[in-house]
Structure formats: C-alpha cells, structure tokens
C-alpha cells in the first residue's frame, strides 16, 4: 500500500477500527514488558547517584512522562492542521484522545518533579525554566479541554480545538526557549541537579528503557481512547451494530 | 478592496464606543493603584517588582479590552456581512486588531511615564519601558484576537480567554519585563527589545489569519 492509500483510507474510521485492532494489542503487549523491566531494573538494580542517593530513582518516571507530555502535544498541533488543511474526521478524533492523556502525563511529571525536587532541590517547587514550561503546556491543554467542553457541535468543537491546538504548537518554542532564556538570568543556586552527558549506561539504559515503554503505553492508550471514540461516534453505522451486537445483526 | 475606507469606518467605532478604550483603561489604573496600596514595600523596593507588576496589568487590561474586540458586531450581524462581503477577510480582521492596538496597546505605551510614576519606577527606565511596550503589545492584540475570536460566540467568554491567551502572553511578559529590569540594573542590553520585536512579527503573520479561522467557526456557532 502506498503512502497516498494510506492516507485517503484514514478517512474512513471503519478501516481505522479494524486496522488498528492488532497495533493495540501490540502497543500494549510492548508497554507492559517495557515498564516492568524498566521499573524493575531502574528501582532495583540501577545504581544510586552518588550526590542524591536513591532518590534519583524518580528519575525513571519524571522524565519519560515529561518527554512523552511533550510528544503528545505537539501530536495534537499535528492532527489539529491535520483537521484544517485536509478536513480529516479521524484527527478530531485523535485530538479527543491526546488530550486527557497529555494532561494526565504533563501533570504526572509536575509531581514527580516537585517529589524529586524536595530531597534534592530542598523545596517542593520552584520557578525554574523548565518547570515553568511544563506548567505552561498544562495551561494549554486546560485552556483546550475548557474549549471543547463549551462547544456542543461536534464538528465546530474539532475545528476550534484544532485552531487552539496548532497556535499554541507554532508558540511551543517559543515559549520554551524564552523561558530557559529567563531562567539563565535568574539561575537559582540551589541547582543541584548534576548534567546529563555525566550519566553512566547503567543509568542511561534503564531510562530508555521506560522511554519507549510510556511511548509505547501513550500508543496503547490514545488508540484504545481514539477506538471507543469511533464506535461512539459512528454508533448509528451498520458496521458498529454489527461489531457490538453480533448476534442480533445476524439473526 | 477600500482599506481607507475599512480603517476610517473601524476608527468611527472605536470613537463612538468611548467605554471600550476608557473602561480598560480606568480598570489599569485602578490595578495600579491597588497593587501600590496593598504592597508593604518602600519606594525604593518598589522598583523591583515594578516591571513584573506593570506587565501583568497590561495583560490583563489587554485582556478586558480584547472581550470587546468583536463582540458588538458579532451581536448585531454587521461581522458575518463583512466577512462574507470582503474578498480577503483577512485584512478585515487585520484592521480590526490594528485599531483595538491603537486604543490599548499605543494608548498604554503614550501613558507608561505615568505607570512608571506610579508604579516607583526611576525616570531612567521610561524610555526602556515605553519601548517595550511599543514593541510587546502588539503581540497581545494579534495572539489575543484569535481568542477573542473563538470566544465571541460564548455569553460568557471572558473566562475561557483568559485561559486560552494568557499561557500565550508568557514570553512577552518576560522579555518586556526583562528589558525594564536591564535599564534598571545599567545594563542596558537591547537583546529583550530585539526579542519582542520578533514575536510580535511572528503574532502578524500567525494571529490574523488564526483569527479570521476563528470568527468563521464562530459564526457557524450561531
């Protein structure tokens, strides 16, 4: 199959449910596998930071969650021009699907952060460059939800979340860079937060490890989200009746 | 298409709705006033946290006016008949948000030396500070219109584009407070001023565009 078949067949989101059935399962299988290893070997077997002791072992869940945060969104600014430019029903749904994910992953990594930050740091929180951009891009996907809960038109509320999604993508960068910018100036002398070239393999390996997990259980999971999605969209088709109620259809 | 004719006729509107260019700015004023009262600081002090404070108040002053920016005619119909009249509805909204500028963004800029005076900024951090607002506040017209554009089909909308715009606001506040803070300091970098200027060319080239996307959704929402 070409690329361009490929993409025409996106349209239809009953060759998308059927299509994506095996990706599940294989998402799935792969994140269960990777995140057991990955928790196992990073909490257990990994060894210590020789300046934070065990408590580096958070290292292992903020870090993924916050890469992974970042992955999705600027996956929705795609589905979102996805949506614009060719009209795509599927994005939206992908759209639905990223969002509570996202958020979910980027608050995750907000409180990993604050829990890494007490031993290490001494506090809680702190305005630091990256904490604030991660603290930004909740914002953002707040600021999306809060859009798609006041729109009851299906279509328009795609098309708006869509139009939210892509500026808030384009200014991503942005956002990021002028804040690291920012927090250079104001560099707190409580950062003690070692450099990450220094990280020996066996530190580094268990950290790869439970990046491709969450980006395997991120796959997993928005699929599943995007598949129910479907069906409860296109619940009048024959095809779902025939999914849903096998018997029924038949008889 | 007339752009005279489109900008005198905006203009007309904006003079004739006094309340849209006065009501945010009283609203700043008052902000100031409040800030300077409730804070427990000495003038000297005062001064360190005076770029930050003037920034969140012009964003938020901002953010009152942009309400407004195409409530009115969208109530009244007059919106949908000029987008659908216009061949490039683009610099329909384009000029729309070029005048909402005029009555905030220029407006705050001529009266920063008083903010300054207010607010226990020295007079050496005037020039830097109306600079960056010269520069800064345009972004805030052109990003904030494509809010105010998404929310104008809500009743209530104010909240939800305070949510939506402000996270995007984020860089102009630090460089706009950056830039007064350096002039502050004696070192006088235009590095800030370099940076506000570029995103506000970024916000002319993304907002009206997004915006006009925008207002057609929101129509269709009627």
């Known amino acids: 199959m070409t690329l361009k078949e490929l993409w025409h067949k996106l349209g239809s989101p009953r060759w998308f449910y059927h299509m994506s059935t095996p990706w599940v399962t294989g998402f799935g299988i792969a994140a269960a596998l990777l995140l057991c290893t990955g928790i196992v070997w990073g909490l257990g077997f990994a060894p210590q930071d020789y300046q934070q002791g065990n408590s580096v072992r958070i290292m292992y869940v903020h870090v993924p969650a916050a890469m992974v945060a970042q992955s999705v969104y600027i996956g929705m600014g795609v589905a979102g021009f996805v949506l614009f430019v060719w009209r795509m029903k599927l994005a939206d749904v992908a759209i639905a699907a990223c969002l509570p994910f996202g958020m979910m992953l980027t608050a995750l990594a907000l409180f990993s952060g604050g829990v890494w930050g007490r031993p290490t740091w001494g506090t809680w929180w702190d305005w630091d460059g990256r904490t604030v951009s991660t603290l930004v891009m909740l914002f953002l996907y707040i600021g999306i939800y809060a859009l798609r809960e006041a729109i009851p038109d299906v279509e328009l509320r795609g098309r708006a979340s869509a139009l939210v999604a892509v500026v808030g993508t384009i200014n991503i960068p942005i956002i990021k860079y002028s804040v690291e910018w920012w927090h250079t100036l104001h560099q707190p002398a409580s950062f003690t937060l070692t450099a990450k070239p220094t990280m020996p393999p066996e530190m580094y390996l268990p950290l790869l490890v439970m990046v491709l997990g969450i980006y395997c259980f991120a796959g997993h999971n928005i699929l599943s989200r995007m598949r129910l999605e479907i069906v409860r969209r296109e619940r009048g088709t024959q095809w779902v009746r025939e999914l849903v109620l096998p018997a029924r259809a038949a008889g | ?222």
Do not use: H
Not at chain 2, 26 to 40: E, I, K, N, R
Not at chain 2, 84 to 95: E, G, R
Not at chain 2, 128 to 147: D, E, H, K, N, R
Not at chain 2, 157 to 179: E, K, N, Q, R
């Open chain 2, 1 to 222: 298409m007339n752009f005279i004719g489109l900008f005198l006729r905006e203009w007309r509107v904006l003079l004739r709705n006094r309340a849209t260019v006065i009501n945010p700015m009283a609203f700043m004023f008052l902000a100031v006033m409040l800030f300077a009262v409730g804070s427990p600081l000495q003038d000297s002090d005062q001064a360190a946290y005076g770029a930050a404070v003037l920034w969140l108040i012009v964003l938020l002053t901002n953010m009152l006016s942009l309400d407004s920016l195409f409530r009115r005619d969208y109530d009244n119909g007059v919106l949908e008949q000029v987008l659908s009249a216009a061949n490039m509805p683009f610099f329909v909204v384009l000029i729309r948000i070029v005048v909402q500028w005029l009555g905030t963004g220029l407006l705050i800029t001529l009266l920063a030396p008083l903010l300054c005076l207010f607010l226990g900024l020295p007079s050496q951090a005037i020039g830097s500070t109306m600079l960056a607002l010269l520069l800064g506040t345009p972004t805030l017209s052109l990003l904030g219109a494509v809010g105010a554009a998404m929310t104008v089909g809500f009743s209530r909308g104010g909240i939800l584009l305070g949510l939506l715009v402000l996270p995007l606001f984020l860089p102009v506040l630090i460089f706009g407070a950056s830039a007064i803070n350096a002039s502050l300091t004696g070192a006088g970098s235009p590095a800030p001023l370099y940076w506000l200027g570029f995103i506000s060319m970024l916000a002319l080239t993304v907002g009206p565009f997004a915006a006009t996307l925008g207002l057609k959704i929101s129509l269709q929402m009627q």
